[in-house]
Every structure is written in C-alpha cells, then in structure tokens.
C-alpha cells in the first residue's frame, strides 16, 4: 500500500535451520557439581511469523520509517530432550531531517524483545544513535555519529535449566562518538548503455559497439 505521504509493506516468511549453534550447561560427568557451560549444535530451529515496514513523509524534509517483525520460534537439542518455543518480536525506527546546504539528522531506534534461547531467554535489548551528515556535490559524506546515546545496549541471557537459574549481562562497548568520511567514486555513465540500443543507418543494431 503506497501514496504520497506514506507506504506500507507487510510479508510473510518461515525459515528452517539445521544443527543452529546454541548454547547450553549441563553437569560435569568427572564431577556432578560441576557445571558445563558452552556451544553445541542443536537439533533445528523453525521460525515463521511477520514482517512489516512503514514510511511516512509528513512534511517534505521529514521522512519516518518504522518497521516490525513479530515471529513464532520452536528450537530442540540434537537428543529432542531440551525444548523451548514462543513469540519473538522487535521494533526500528528511523527519523531522518533534511536541512538546508545539504546537512541532514538523522535518529535511529531499535527494540527486542526478550528472545526465546534453548534454556531461557535473552534479555530485552534497545538502544538509540544520533548523527548529523553533510554531503558535498554527492562525492563526499561527512558523518558524525553518537552511538547508544543513552548509554542501554546490553547483552545478557536469563537462563532456566533443571540445574541452576541465572541471570547474565555484558556489554561489549559503551557509548562513543564516530567521525566518518566517506568519498564516492566511479560513478557509472549510463549513456554507455543507452549507445547500445542505438541503430546503424541501416537498420543494423549496434550491439556491442560503444
């Protein structure tokens, strides 16, 4: 569904892995009281469920996009004696300004919802970026980028097994300011395409002649 000031796309996936790599604990066998933590190949993994997206232009500089994905999953150890399913959903957003002499600001949103794991689940992630770009005759790009300008992004898993419970989280790095330049070149001639379909005098095609 599309207009002027918005367009809205929705579609329908499932997806079957085989031996996904998941990680589970279980006792030692030297020594019961022991627990092993670590990576294995689970059985499958099948998912299915719903993606959408929708673009809104409200005013002409300002230009929305927010998308969602909401999908069932079901995972199994490689013996079938661990299971765990449900419903996994996460969110975006992106909110981009255009200013003038080409400086544009631009946000970006993303929340996930505790996501179903063999023996748990992970522990709910959101975070949000920040950054003012600059374009220069469509060759250069000038970015300044805040990442996790809040300072939320974590890692973590709460985990639920006949052995212990446990509640985990890390965080791989803290919020940081990001300068990038980015030059573009090689831009194709698509007037070298064109001569392809142009005709000698006589009717004959020029394929291939430049």
């Known amino acids: ?42 059985k499958s993994s099948f998912s299915y469920g719903l993606d959408n997206s929708l673009k809104l232009t409200l005013i ?3 230009d929305i996009t927010l998308s969602g994905n909401v999908y069932y999953v079901e995972l199994s150890s490689s013996d079938g004696l661990i299971k765990n399913s449900g419903f996994n959903w996460d969110a975006k957003a992106n909110i981009t300004y255009r ?24 522990i709910p992630q959101y975070s949000m970026d920040a950054s003012i770009n600059k374009s220069i005759k469509k060759k250069w ?7 996790d300008a809040f300072n939320t992004r974590r890692w973590g898993a709460n985990y639920d097994t006949p052995y212990y419970t446990q509640e985990s989280s890390r965080r791989r790095e803290t919020r ?18 064109k001569k392809r ?11 291939g002649e430049f």
């Open 60 to 62: 002409k500089p300002l």
């Open 176 to 193: 940081f300011l990001r300068f990038t330049i980015t030059w573009n070149f090689g831009e194709q001639d698509a007037s070298l395409f």
């Open 141 to 147: 790009m000038f970015s300044l980028t805040l990442n």
């Open 99 to 122: 200013l003038p002499k080409d400086f544009t600001v631009q946000l970006n949103g993303r929340y996930e919802a505790p996501k179903i794991i063999l023996q748990g689940t992970q």
């Open 1 to 42: 569904v599309w207009s002027d000031k918005f367009n809205f796309l929705t579609s329908f996936y499932f997806k079957l892995s085989e031996n996904p790599i998941t990680n589970v604990a279980y006792p030692s066998e030297a020594d019961s009281t022991v627990l092993v933590n670590t990576f294995v190949n689970g």
């Open 197 to 207: 379909n142009q005709k000698k005098p006589g009717g004959e095609n020029m394929e």
